[in-house]
């Protein structure tokens, strides 16, 4: 017998239901401020026709003090797995128009359930954050989802690629979950991240700030370092996200997405010899490097406004996916603080969690001195890269293109800190100190006593620089692996991670490090 059309009725009748939350001028008020609703968040991210929804009907029900017998729409979060690029991915999308996006025990449980299906399936997980808050009129229910998508955003560390879309409000508990995660998106205009408003802030402690001071995109991606990503609207947001699942492995088991069919490139390219200036003063762009280095000069950098001194993203060199450490002599000479040091442990430590290659170009003239620096801890955050190295098992292969002294060389993985293998240039110096600092230091009662102390000092710095300090002095002690060309940079390096692709490193049985945190 035919089944009776009523159940299908029924059946559309709730679907319509819970897709059509909001009326339609609270829909276009979100359009026109580059919004999109949560379903179609969930569209713009999955291929047309591939997302299958877990939870449809899933809803808290009697916790609504003007009206108990209220509903709320899939309880304010779009759960479930889809298709990206062919891929499959496990999202959910918070729906500020349902209760303000709150999140409560049947919300809290959807989301739980969709990142259990990440972690047992090992798929990214990807989460659109648009909420008020905790459920107030839930209590501690409320605080105990919170608890649980906590608990399983740490299980999911280091398993699955986890990325966070702040694209409303994100206050106070609900920072931490994107906090969590290994990337983080915001959007420029629409969104806020803050444990504590302003209003609490002026309460507590006296201090009038605004919203934009504490909890803009503008200021976590430049002073707090708690995002990655600006996206102008909901639409660039999801398209950074998908760009990012493409440089990164479905899991901590498989391997990126490398195009190993793309051939290896062996050619020169004299453009590269141009790039660094005649004086060892002058800065450049780390940037105009990374171009010619990486195939169609496509580079996906992440905190791009954070700790501008080092630079680090995702490229592709002949179709092997890379994560790139460079040091940024156009900002602060390229010098290691405490932000510098920060971001680039977090982002070696991700990539040695996801098989992605290490490239690092050196450029760096030490840790840098200053009370403000050593009160804040600069030895302790600076171990952090030393351990995030050091620690590290993938294929791990050093530049140095001009300057790497002291603690810094060793900070930017040298051979000593694990790096599989270590190329310079003819402009590198390697020491421990510039050789202006080690002249006057070592030979100060020399240059004093001579007839022209101006010309001593500048022979005894040019005799350090030739005998102490140049890349052959280092490759003679086979701490180096070769001077090269800086023409043939490309080649050499598409060649020697196609050979270290198969790297395997045994390290000791033990839980887990104790990095310097």
Known sequence: MPMDPRLL???EKRRTKNHQTGTPEKVAARHAKGQLTA??????LFSTGTFLETGAHAQQVGHDLGDPKKEHPCDGVVTGTGLVDGRPVAAFSQDFLVAGGTLGRVHAQKICDVMDVAMKNGIPM???????GARIQEGVQALSGYGQVFFRNVELSGVV???ALILGPCAG??????ALCDFVIMTRRNASMFICGPE?????TGQSVTMDEIGSAEAHASVSGNIHFIAENDAEAIAISKKLLSFLPANNLTDPPHNTQRPVTISEDPKLRQLIPLSAKEGFDVHQ?????????????????????????FARIDGIVVGIVANQPAHMAGVLDIDASDKAARFIRFCNCFNVPLVNLVDVPGFMPGVQQERGGIIR?????????????VPKVTLIMRKAYGGAYLAMCSKDMGADFVWAWPTAEIAVMGAEGAVRVLYKKVINEAANPAEMEQLLIDEYRTKFASPYHAAGHSLITDVIDPARTRSTLSLALRTLLGKRDVRPPKKHGNIPL
């Open 39 to 44: 379903r179609e968040r969930v569209d713009s």
């Open 161 to 163: 690629p986890q990325i």
């Open 173 to 178: 508990g609900a920072a931490y979950s994107p």
């Open 200 to 204: 609490v802030i002026k309460a507590v």
């Open 289 to 313: 490097v990374i171009a010619r280095l990486v195939d169609n000069a496509d580079f996906l950098e992440s905190q791009r406004d954070f700790a501008k001194n080092i630079v680090t993203g």
């Open 9 to 11: 009725d029924e059946l």
């Open 381 to 393: 955050h600076g171990a952090k890269m030393l351990f995030a190295y050091a620690a590290a098992t």
């Open 126 to 132: 990807v989460g659109m954050n648009d909420s008020g």
